[in-house]
C-alpha cells in the first residue's frame, strides 16, 4: 500500500521533470522507481549538476538497481577478461577504482560472467567500505566522486547478494593498505591473487610481497620415474603469483611491473610472468650497451685480423726474395762450373795436341 502511495505521489510530481523520464525511458524503468533511486540517495532530480551530466546520474540509477547490461561489451573484450581472470583465485579491489568514473561498472558487469562460470567472487573489505563511506561526506571531494562514494554500496550489496562479491572483515583499525597487505600476505602463499588498485605505492608495496612469498616456495624434486608416470610438471601450479592491475577505462587492466634492473616501477599489459621484469629504456640500454661491446669486438678483432694478413705479407715477400736469391745464385754456381769445365777441357786438349 506505501509502495502504491509513493508511486501515486511521485507521479503527480514528475510530470513536468524530463531527467526523471529519460532516465526512466532509457532504463526500462518505472518513473517512481527512478524517483525512489534519487530519494534513497538524497538526490534532487531538479538538481543543474545532475541535469547537465545524464551519464552520472544514469550511471547512479544504474548503480543502485545494478542494472549493468549497459556496461558488457562485446565478445572479443569478454573472452579477455576471461583469459585475464581466470587464472587468479582470488581478486581483491581497493578503494579508488570502485569510484573512479564508471570503469568499475565495466569491469564488474564484464568480470562476472566468469565470476559466475568460474564460482569465484571479487573480495572487498569492510575496512574499503568504510572509506568509501569517509568519501561520499567528504566536502574535499569532487561531487561525482561523492556520488558515486555514495551509490557503490547499493550496487556491492546486490552484486553481493548474487554471490559475485564478498566482503570481508579485517577491523577497522590503521588504513585500508596496510589491511590489504596482511590479508595479501596470508592468502598469496596458497593462492593465485589479483588486486586491482589505482595506488601505485601500494602495487610496488604487494609485488614486492608476492615476490617475497615465491623466494620461500621449494619445488618437489621430480624423480624419473614421476616424469614417466606424469608426463609434465607445472610449477607454475605451485609457485602461486601475488599480481598487481591499475584499472582503465571500459574496465580493461594493466599490469604493474618493477624492472629488477633500475627498480623503477611501470605498467603493461597482463602476461603470465613474475612481477620483476626489466624495464624497456633498460632493456634498450643494455642492448645498445652490447651492441657498442660487439662493435669494439669486431673492429678489435678486424684490426688483429689485418696485422696478421700484413705479416703474413711480409713474411711471403722476403720468403720470395730469399727464394729468387738463391736461384740466382745456383745460376752462378751452373755458369761458373760450367766455364770452369770449359775450361779445363780446352787446357787438357791444348795438352794433347801439344
Ligand atoms: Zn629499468
Redesign the pocket.
Known amino acids: 500500500m506505501a509502495k502504491l502511495i509513493y508511486k501515486r505521489r511521485v507521479n503527480n510530481k514528475l510530470d513536468t521533470n524530463n531527467l526523471i523520464k529519460n532516465l526512466a525511458k532509457d532504463l526500462k524503468l518505472e518513473e517512481y522507481k527512478v524517483q525512489l533511486c534519487f530519494d534513497k540517495l538524497s538526490l534532487d532530480y531538479d538538481d543543474e549538476y545532475l541535469n547537465k551530466n545524464y551519464s552520472l546520474s544514469k550511471e547512479l540509477v544504474c548503480c543502485y538497481y545494478a542494472i549493468l547490461d549497459d556496461y558488457i561489451r562485446d565478445d572479443e573484450a569478454r573472452l579477455e577478461f576471461d583469459s585475464n581472470i581466470k587464472r587468479f583465485d582470488e581478486v581483491y579491489i581497493d578503494t579508488a577504482p570502485l569510484i573512479h568514473e564508471d570503469w568499475f561498472l565495466y569491469f564488474i558487469a564484464n568480470a562476472s560472467l566468469t565470476l559466475r562460470k568460474r564460482r569465484k567472487k571479487l573480495v572487498i573489505l569492510e575496512k574499503t567500505m568504510e572509506e568509501m563511506y569517509g568519501i561520499s561526506f567528504n566536502e574535499e571531494k569532487d561531487l561525482d566522486v561523492r556520488l558515486r562514494a555514495k551509490v557503490r554500496p547499493f550496487l556491492i550489496q546486490k552484486l553481493a547478494r548474487k554471490g559475485l562479491i564478498k566482503r570481508v572483515d579485517t577491523g577497522s583499525i590503521g588504513i585500508a593498505d596496510d589491511h590489504l597487505v596482511a590479508l595479501l600476505k596470508k592468502r598469496g602463499k596458497t593462492n593465485n591473487i589479483l588486486l586491482i588498485t589505482q595506488d601505485r605505492y601500494l602495487s610496488e608495496r604487494v609485488v614486492q610481497l608476492g615476490e617475497n612469498l615465491n623466494k620461500n616456495i621449494e619445488l618437489p624434486h621430480h624423480t624419473l620415474f614421476d616424469r614417466f608416470r606424469q608426463g609434465k610438471f607445472v610449477d607454475e601450479d605451485i609457485v602461486k603469483k601475488v599480481v598487481v592491475c591499475e584499472l582503465l577505462k571500459n574496465g580493461d587492466l594493466l599490469r604493474l611491473y618493477i ?1 629488477q ?4 616501477s611501470y605498467y603493461d599489459k597482463l602476461f603470465d610472468c613474475e612481477g620483476y621484469v ?2 624497456s ?2 632493456y634498450y640500454e643494455i642492448e645498445n650497451a652490447k651492441q657498442k661491446h660487439k662493435a669494439i669486438k669486431e673492429r678489435e678483432e678486424a684490426k688483429r685480423l689485418k696485422e696478421i694478413k700484413e705479416i703474413e705479407e711480409k713474411r711471403e715477400i722476403e720468403e720470395e726474395i730469399i727464394t729468387v736469391g738463391k736461384k740466382i745464385k745456383k745460376k752462378q754456381r751452373l755458369t761458373y762450373s760450367i766455364v770452369i769445365i770449359a775450361l779445363a777441357l780446352i787446357l787438357a786438349l791444348t795438352f794433347i795436341f801439344i
Not at 261 to 264: N, Q, R
Open positions: 624492472c634492473h633500475c627498480g623503477d626489466i624495464c629504456s633498460c
